[in-house]
Every structure is written in C-alpha cells, then in structure tokens.
C-alpha cells in the first residue's frame, strides 16, 4: 500500500477533545503527528491523501489507568457464574490466590497476558498502567502498540513480610516504578518507603484505597473480614497499630496523597476524605466493571465531580471483569451515575488518564502535535449531543477500527 507524507481524514464527527466536537470535521496528519483539527472546509485544501470516514466519529484513542495483565491467566474468576455474593471480597481474593499459587506455567500466564492486551488494543486503548507482583511482567508489553506503563506492586503487613519488602525494595533496580498493594496489605512504613522512592525517581505513585466496606471496617476497627483473611494467612497483627480512620484519611497521615498519586476504586470515602484528595490533588481510578462484578457498592462520582477531584477510568483485572473494556466501563458508569454528563465520562477514558500518567502531550486528545494514532467509531449520531451519548453507552456492541 502506498504511503503518503500527509493525510486529511474527513468524518461527520470530530472528538477533538470531550467538550470540543467538530461537525464535518478533518484531522490532518503528517509523519504520525497531528497538524491540524477543524472543519473539513477550512483544511479541504491541504496537500494530503484524503481519506473520509463516512458514518464514524473520530475521537481520541482510551487511556486505561487501572489493570492487572498478570491476572488474566485466571480470567475464569471473571466469569457469571463464578462471581461472589456482594461485598464478600476476602472470599474472592481467597480463591484467587489459591488458583495463582497452584497456577506455575509461566508461559500461559504470559500468553494470556497478551491476549488481555491485544483486547484492550481491539477496543480501541493506546495506553495502559499495569500493576503486577512479578517483576517479569514489565515485559508484557515488549513492542506492542498498546503502551504499558508497568508497577511493581508491593505488600507486606506483619513485621517480617515488611522487613523482607523493604531489603527488596533497596535492591530494586531504578528503573522498575514500585508502589504499595492497599492500606490493609502493607504497613505504614512500607507505604512511605515506597512512596518516597516514587518521589526520588520521578514516579507516579498508584494504591488500591477504599474498595469495600470491609477493607473501612478492618481500618477503623481493627475488626471484620479482612482481619480474618489476614490472620488465616498467617500475618501477624500484634504489632498492627490499627489507624482508626478511613482509606483515605489513613494515607494522608501518611503523607503520600499528591498529585502523583492514584487512588485506585475510591468507593467507600467520606465527605472529609472527599475534601483531602481535593486539596492533595490526588486522582481517583475508578473501575465501576469490577466493582459491580464483586458488589462492593458505588464510588461517589458526583461529589468527586463537584470537588474537583481528577477522575480516570481502569477495567481492572480479566479476574473480577469479563468484560475488560474501557466502553464498558463508560456504560456502567452512565448506568451508576445517570446524573454524569457523557463528556465528563469520556474524558475519564481519554485526557484524564492521559495527564495522570504524563503523556497528554501525545494521547488523549486530537489536537496538534498529538499522536496520529486515534480513532473511528462506527456512530449513527446526527448532532454532538448524540455523538457523546453513543460513544459512553455503546459498551461491547463498539464497533472502532484504529486510524494511524
């Protein structure tokens, strides 16, 4: 197929960017780099290969700020009929770790984790932060279009476990991003040495916080589910100096909530803690697909819009999401939070994920100096209004393929 320097690719719709949709829009390219954006009558000149894209909308490529491509191997635990009674989380988490510790073909794992990417790329995601406990799995994502942003996730509660996290995490090489599992995993100086480590190197930091009651329940009271599960895996709580506050609370007293740092679920919060992750310009990842799948309840999106808190989107893992799909997450968002405007929605999925892991000067947008890698979606819409209403609630029925 002959290449051109230049192209101009025409649709009915242009996503420039969530609140900006152009009609008859054109986007035009050059050495994959966005030129310009507008309408198709004010770049139908340009000296490019048009290529029109007729009953699609051209709209930026997903970003996806939350998964676990090491899971997807266990992808069966996503399943219907495997999935938990509501809120019983500590079950769920107990099968699943069974079935990994019994679970040593490395090979499938991997291959598995390729398939879950090569999903992700299929519907349309261009860049991804992965968390895994395995330091091999940074190569999941050796030349794929989909880009991995990879962290070595870390836990160690009891003193032991601590002690032994904290002698790996001095002998980490640099350039591995490490970051702590969830407040009820890891101690509090695990935290902060993490934490500090992200800060010395430049590192985002990301933390499951506030998923379930349960995870509030052991934090506040040191009682609970999550208390059993520990003490059945053998960690040892007598030093555990249980916080008695929230998820959220308990990490800014810490002292890692910036911007930097990625709360991840964010659903059982307070008004207060609201108010914290506002003025620490912490960003919340929220995953409504596996939320819903282990009924751990609904995180507050409203009152997150309303206080200015940064929001992002993740699908989590294959293991608590069959779905996997940044459009499903969209669709179950607007589903949970009617009350949420699809362009606020969209850009969870887009420029929000984009600038939490600092790569908004390429994806994200469409916009001039961007990435030429976004995309079309096959879309019916006669005016904005419908634009921005099909691409948040069309879900799997998306039909997209990669303009680039």
Known sequence: MQEFPRYLYRAPFVVSRPETVIEDGAVLTEHGLVVA???????????????????????????????????????????PQAQPEPGDITGWISKLLAARASDHDGEACKDAAVFALAKLYGGGCRAVADIGNLAASRLFGQGFKTEVYFFLEMLGLGPDSEKAALRA??????????????????????????????????RLFSIHAAESAAEIEFLLNGTGPFRDFLEQRGV??????????????????????????????????????????????ATVCLCPGSNNFLGVGKAPVER???????????????????WFSLWHEMKSLRQDHPAVSPAQVLAMATGNGAGYLGIADR???????????FLAVRCPAVNVAEVLEHLTTIGGEVELEWVE
Not at 61 to 67: D, E, K, S
Not at 315 to 320: G, P
Not at 363 to 373: C, D, E, V, W
């Open 169 to 202: 995490l001095a002998e980490m090489d640099e350039d591995f991003c490490c970051t702590a599992h969830a407040p009820y995993s890891t101690s509090p100086g695990l935290i902060r040495a993490l934490k500090k480590r992200a800060n010395d190197f430049g």
């Open 363 to 373: 994806l994200g947008f469409i916009a001039p100096q961007s990435s030429s890698s």
């Open 236 to 281: 040892t709580l007598d030093s555990f100096i249980v916080p008695g506050k929230g998820a959220v609370a308990y990490l800014d007293s810490l002292g890692v909530l910036d911007d930097k740092t990625l709360c991840v679920h964010g659903v059982h919060v307070a008004e207060a803690e609201i108010d914290i992750l506002a003025q620490r310009r």
């Open 37 to 79: 954006v507008g309408k198709y009558s004010e770049l139908k000149g340009a000296d490019a290969k048009l290529e029109e894209y007729d009953g699609c909308v051209l709209t930026p490529a997903l970003v996806n700020c939350h998964a676990h491509l090491e899971l997807s191997n266990l992808a069966h635990f996503g399943a």
């Open 304 to 322: 997150y819009l309303a206080q200015g808190v940064p929001l992002t989107l993740g699908t989590d893992s294959m293991a608590s999401n069959p």
